[in-house]
């Protein structure tokens, strides 16, 4: 079966039995999650989130990137979240290449010139969440008054460590 196919069957049974369908656009609990994109992540589950809780932003590594901020700044200025949380996990992909070495990459295999993007691939964990953290608290399009804590998710325990 396509995935096409399988995800349709699946939504069909999730859609029968919906019973959610007035929920505010506004996140109840006024807070947004940045977190990456890796599959083993599932926020709703380890942050215990419902439907209509928060903000999850998800990118290649959970990076405050401009467009990052682009949603940060229409999740706090339109729908009212106060804060964010950065959450990096262990094991992350993003710690597995340069940008070198993917800008190559494209150039071997699909003949394309990626040597003006920067696809941000970090070398420490903890650095790339609190270098997050600080575009963040230094963006002039975000108040003072909206804050910004950081984590790392260990893909082996399920587990949060905050990050000072
Ligand atoms: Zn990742």
């Not at 590594?61 to 682009?70: H, P």
């Not at 696809?119 to 230094?138: C, G, M, N």
């Not at 002039?140 to 008054?145: A, E, M, N």
Request: charge should be negative.
């Amino acid at each position: 079966m396509s995935i096409r196919d399988e995800i349709s069957r699946v939504n069909e049974r999730h859609a029968a039995g919906f019973t959610k369908g007035d929920l505010p656009m506004p996140p109840a609990r006024r807070f947004a999650v940045l977190t990456c994109m890796d599959a083993r992540l599932d926020p709703a589950k380890f942050l215990g989130l419902d439907e209509g809780d928060a903000h999850v932003i998800r990118n290649a590594g959970g990076l405050a990137s401009d467009d990052a901020i682009r949603s940060l700044v229409i999740s706090h200025w339109l729908l009212g979240t106060q804060e964010v949380v950065v959450i990096g996990h262990t094991d992350c992909g993003m710690l597995t290449f340069t940008n070198q070495q993917l800008q190559a990459k494209l150039a071997d295999e699909a003949g394309a010139d990626a040597s003006s993007i920067d696809f941000l691939p970090f070398s420490d964990l903890d650095e790339s969440v609190r270098a997050s953290l600080r575009r963040i608290s230094e963006s002039p399009l975000l108040p003072g008054s909206f804050t910004a804590s950081g984590f790392v998710y260990d893909v082996k325990s399920g587990r949060l460590r905050e990050i000072a």
